[in-house]
């Protein structure tokens, strides 16, 4: 994807679906929300249709009729207790990230999971330090799909829309990068096939992440 005329300078990554499966853990934590309400557990397939717009809109789907913010709080609690062992990195993740550093890429992570548990996750699976930007819904006015969190990752690695990617699981993800001016790579790890990602017409498809380092000509 990079080319002479406009080198690649920043790479950024969605987070649940493209460099963490984290379905597990967030089914484990909205399961245990539901039972607090007398409600029967979801299957992980029906929780990660509503991953990837926030915690609110997660919540909503999953605990509907329950205010957000007492759900919320109850989500946070549990998640402490399941988000380091019911997560795990995406194949191809660590490999991916090692080799864009190692070729002098600055790395940025913009996803709409609380920022908290991105940059803990983050620095449990990566070595401290490999992701130079991590964004999440609280450090922007708006959230994913506006183009917000992209355009303030760029401004603080100091890089143009022309020379960076984003990397997402969904169509979201598709939308944010299309407003901020950044080519977007669809990975079809995450909530969405690779047909429905394909209809919405990213600028690249890799089936994971370990295609990554040759698609952007890394190797």
């Excluded at 039972?35 to 990660?48: D, I």
């Amino acid at each position: 994807m990079p080319t002479k005329s406009c080198p690649l300078q920043a790479v950024i990554f969605d987070f649940d679906g493209t460099l963490a499966d984290s379905f597990d853990a967030i089914t484990c934590s909205v399961n245990h929300v539901r039972s607090q309400y007398g409600l029967p557990p979801l299957p992980v397939e029906e929780v990660r249709r509503h991953v990837g717009r926030g915690a609110f809109h997660l919540l909503s789907q999953t605990v509907p009729g329950i205010p957000p913010q007492t759900a919320l709080e109850c989500y946070r609690q549990h998640h402490e207790q399941v988000m380091y062992t019911l997560t795990r990195l995406m194949p191809g993740a660590a490999e991916a990230v090692a080799q864009l550093a190692q070729v002098g890429v600055k790395l940025a992570v913009c996803s709409n999971k609380p920022v908290s548990f991105t940059r803990r996750l983050l620095d449990h699976f990566l070595p401290i330090g490999s992701i130079a930007v991590v964004l999440g819904p609280e450090d922007v006015p708006r959230a994913k799909p506006a183009p917000d969190m992209l355009v303030e990752a760029l401004r603080r690695l100091q890089v143009a829309p022309a020379h960076a990617v984003y990397v997402g699981d969904m169509d979201v993800d598709i939308e944010t990068a299309r407003q901020a001016g950044v080519r977007i790579i669809a990975v079809a790890t995450g909530a969405q096939s690779a047909a429905y990602l394909a209809a919405a017409h990213p600028d690249g498809m890799i089936a994971s992440l370990t295609e990554l380092p040759d698609y952007l000509r890394l190797r």
